[in-house]
């Protein structure tokens, strides 16, 4: 257990609708990464957060967002969804204070569009 | 875009023979970590190794890093069933911060 709790663990929905999927990461870990793993794809970085501000952007598309919360929870907003969209989505987070290394990963949310 | 490319993109050993993976990568890091998937799992981390480091061992796993040619190698000895599994390179790129990049994997399949 990495301690980085990612709901819901599956989703599915169609196309065209919206859908957020939530991080809580490891306490006390102040930055939150979100990645996208799709088969033809690999693990795509999409965007980094530290301590409520956005840190990196990665190739995020406008129709995805993200935010942290003051609680250091996170949400990926994922909207207007295509075929393409179907992933598994990890949250990963970071303890901070110069800390160089080591991300640990929930266990993914999968989505399905249909 | 992928920093990092791993090669091969699938190995088939026996139990206990080795298995060796690669990666090469594009620019400049402070350093490059290697991470385990199980199917559908999320990554755990295996390894870092960096830049001013050469060689680093954990266990079973060897790590190797050659800047000059923006590469690095995990070996695998005495392999066992359970470390059936994709394996990823990530990199720390100098010029982008916290962000980690992540190599395309090597699924390595161990037979009984």
């Known amino acids: 257990d990495s301690g980085v709790t990612q709901t819901p663990k599956h989703l599915i929905t169609a196309t065209g609708q919206r859908v957020t999927l939530r991080c809580s990461p490891r306490s006390g870990d102040l930055s939150v990464y979100w990645y996208q793993q799709s088969l033809d794809q690999g693990l795509q970085f999409l965007i980094q957060?530290?301590?409520?501000?956005?840190?990196a952007k990665g190739n995020i598309l406008e129709r995805f967002s993200a935010q942290q919360f003051p609680d250091l929870h996170s949400e990926l907003n994922l909207s207007s969804l295509e075929l393409g969209d179907s992933a598994l989505y990890f949250c990963a987070s970071k303890p901070s204070g110069g800390y160089t290394g080591e991300l640990f990963f929930g266990e993914g949310s999968r989505l399905t569009v249909l | 875009s992928q920093q990092g490319e791993e090669d091969p993109q699938a190995l088939s050993i026996q139990e206990g023979e080795n298995a060796t993976m690669n990666c090469s990568y594009k620019t400049s890091i402070n350093n490059l970590q290697w991470y385990r998937q199980n199917s559908g799992r999320g990554l755990v981390h295996l390894i870092l190794i960096r830049s001013n480091e050469r060689e680093k061992h954990s266990g079973r796993l060897r790590v190797t890093l050659d800047t000059s040619k923006k590469s690095s190698s995990l070996l695998i000895t005495a392999s066992r069933a359970a470390d059936t599994a994709s394996y990823f390179c990530?990199?720390?790129?100098?010029?982008?911060?916290?962000?980690?990049?992540f190599g395309t994997g090597t699924r390595l399949a161990v037979r009984p």
């Open positions: 990530a990199t720390d790129e100098k010029s982008s911060g916290d962000k980690l990049t």
């Open positions: 957060y530290y301590n409520g501000e956005e840190r």
